[in-house]
């Protein structure tokens, strides 16, 4: 079979957006039967999380939604950009941080704003919930929700 398709979510911590983006993802892959043809991963721009859980009011929030988080916190690295086919980037100041990594701009076409795959949304980019309230969680999720299934789409039309 051909090798599968390497995905990753990139954040800010790796502890709330980049993480639920993975479980939804995941998800979704699962419930269409693609879990062995696409590989989820997430990853943050800094690293002061490293190790830990997704936040808990992420985890509740996603939790209430069927998806269960349960990766641990990580920082994106240059390797992670020759390794992944798609690099999901949540809002401006992590495509930079991003890119920042991409000394020869030899991976530019494969990093890309999460938004770009949303179709019920206008939003340019999954705002930072962590110094806000409930709602802002909900708010991500919902955003999450609806790019991942474009997020499908596009990883479809790669594997055909
Ligand atoms: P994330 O959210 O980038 O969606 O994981 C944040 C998590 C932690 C912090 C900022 C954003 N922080 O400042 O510790």
């Not at 690293?47 to 985890?59: I, S």
Request: glycine share 8%; proline share 3%; aromatic share 8%.
């Amino acid at each position: 079979m051909a090798e599968p398709f390497r995905l990753l979510f990139v954040c800010l911590g790796n502890i709330c957006r980049s993480p639920a983006a993975e479980g939804v993802m995941r998800a979704l892959v699962e419930s269409e039967g693609l879990a062995d043809r696409v590989t989820i991963r997430s990853a943050g721009t800094g690293g002061w999380h490293a190790g830990k859980l997704p936040d808990q009011r992420m985890r509740s929030a996603a939790q209430n939604r069927g998806y269960n988080l349960s990766s641990r916190a990580r920082q994106v690295s240059e390797n992670d950009l020759r390794e992944h086919h798609l690099v999901l980037v949540m809002d401006q100041q992590n495509l930079r941080d991003v890119r920042s990594y991409d000394y020869e701009s030899q991976f530019a076409s494969k990093i890309r704003l999460f938004c770009e795959f949303c179709t019920d949304h206008q939003e340019r980019e999954v705002p930072d919930p962590y110094y806000g309230g409930e709602q802002g969680f909900e708010d991500v999720l919902n955003l999450l929700e609806d790019g991942c299934r474009g997020v499908l789409c596009h990883i479809r039309s790669s594997l055909a």
